[in-house]
Structure formats: C-alpha cells, structure tokens
C-alpha cells in the first residue's frame, strides 16, 4: 500500500464549479497533514495545513478523519487561477508527498 | 519574504560526474530536506538533516548521496557518480520547528540532467 495515495485525477471543471479531492495514508502515527499546490515545473507551495476539528480558508476547506486515516480538501468556487497540481502531504518524522491530482479549471 | 534559494536552477552533467546542488535555508529554520521529482512523477523524500546530522532518509538516498551543511548556511546535496535515472528536478526545503509539524517551504528546485 502506497504511504500516501490521492485520486488520480485529472478533474477538468468550468468556473465556480465545487470540486473535491480524497488523500488516504498509511501511518496511523502520522501527525501532520498539509494540502499543497503545485504549479507546472514549479516547487510546491503550501495551500493549507489540516487539522484535526477541519477548517477552512476562503474558497478552500480541509477535513481529516484519524480514524479512517483520510484527508480531504474542498474548493468552491473555482477560479481559472486554481489550475494546478494538488499535493496531499502527511508528517511523521518526514514528509511524504502524495502523487498530486491535476485539477484543471475552464472558462 | 524569507525563502530557500537554490543554486543552479538547472545543472547538466555526464553520466558517471559528481555533481553538488547547493541549497540556503530560511535563516531560522533548523529543519531541512531534500526531494526529488523526476519528470511526471511524484515528489520523492530523499532524506532530512537536523542538528547536523541525517534525521531520516528514504531508500533513494544510497551511498552515492550525501549531505553537507558545510557553513552554517548552505545545505548541499552531493551525488557521487550520477547515473541517467538521476535526472530530476531536485527540491530543497526547510521548516522552523525540529519536526515535521510546521510548514516547510521549498526552493524553486534544481533541475539535473544527465547524459
């Protein structure tokens, strides 16, 4: 089993679309959980941490289930600006990458 | 606004070369990282240093690499004899807490091309 494993993608929406995205893990004593972007050839920057209660930041909210060991992450409204890569990343004593989801937002 | 700043933004060396990929940190951050993206792939864990010393490392990071924080500022990455499959973009990244908790923030990458 993969340590971080995301929805394939690719996820090609028109603007103001709702779009969802699932990250499942594999440590059950991981204790960090990020969602990052990552643009085409460019580094990964950090879209929002994830905590435990979920919370929310504009358009974008995160949820985690420890339990279910689970990590989502909710656009609403998209914008053509939300075209990226979208990187789930979970922290034990290092962070793992998972292999990204390419959301694509049309006019 | 604080960032990591990688030096060469692209490298291409033969195969067999040693190369070194120099990486500064964000000035207070005590954590650092290495990762790799090999073209369409996922960003790989290469390895983690902290308090001068390899904290973690995945099954990438063979005897062919090794890290160096040589002056208190740079963190290098060295490859010893580089081989085709080496050829990826390479990440440097550091975070301010001693664990994975907080945020890191990665520079914008070197790519390495081997021929």
């Known amino acids: 089993r993969k340590e971080v494993e995301q929805d394939p993608g690719p996820f090609n929406v028109p603007e103001g679309a709702t779009v969802a995205f699932n990250c499942t893990y594999s440590?059950?004593?991981?204790?960090?959980f990020f969602w990052y972007r990552q643009d085409c050839r460019k580094e990964p920057k950090l879209l929002m941490s994830?905590?435990?209660s979920g919370n929310e930041d504009g358009r974008f909210t995160a949820q985690l289930n420890r339990a279910s060991q689970y990590i989502s992450l909710l656009i609403r409204d998209s914008k053509l600006s939300d075209s990226a890569t979208y990187l789930c990343?979970?922290?034990?004593?290092?962070?793992?990458f998972g292999a990204g989801t390419r959301l694509t937002v049309k006019p | 606004e604080p960032e990591v700043t990688q030096t060469p933004s692209h490298q291409v060396t033969q195969m067999g070369q040693e190369v070194i990929l120099r990486c500064v940190p964000i000035s207070n951050h005590l954590y650092f990282y290495w990762y790799r993206q090999i073209l369409g792939q996922k960003v790989e864990f290469l390895v983690s240093f902290y308090n001068n010393e390899i904290s973690e490392k995945s099954e990438i990071f063979d005897d062919q690499f090794s890290v160096e924080r040589p002056d208190g500022s740079n963190f290098t990455l060295k490859i010893r004899s580089t081989k085709l499959e080496d050829s990826a973009m390479y990440f440097c990244?550091?975070?301010?807490?001693?664990?994975?908790?907080?945020?890191?923030?990665f520079g914008q990458g070197t790519r390495l091309t081997v021929v």
């Open positions: 990343v979970v922290g034990h004593n290092d962070m793992r």
């Open positions: 994830v905590y435990s």
């Open positions: 440590n059950s004593a991981s204790q960090s």
């Open positions: 990244a550091s975070s301010e807490e001693p664990r994975p908790s907080t945020e890191a923030f």
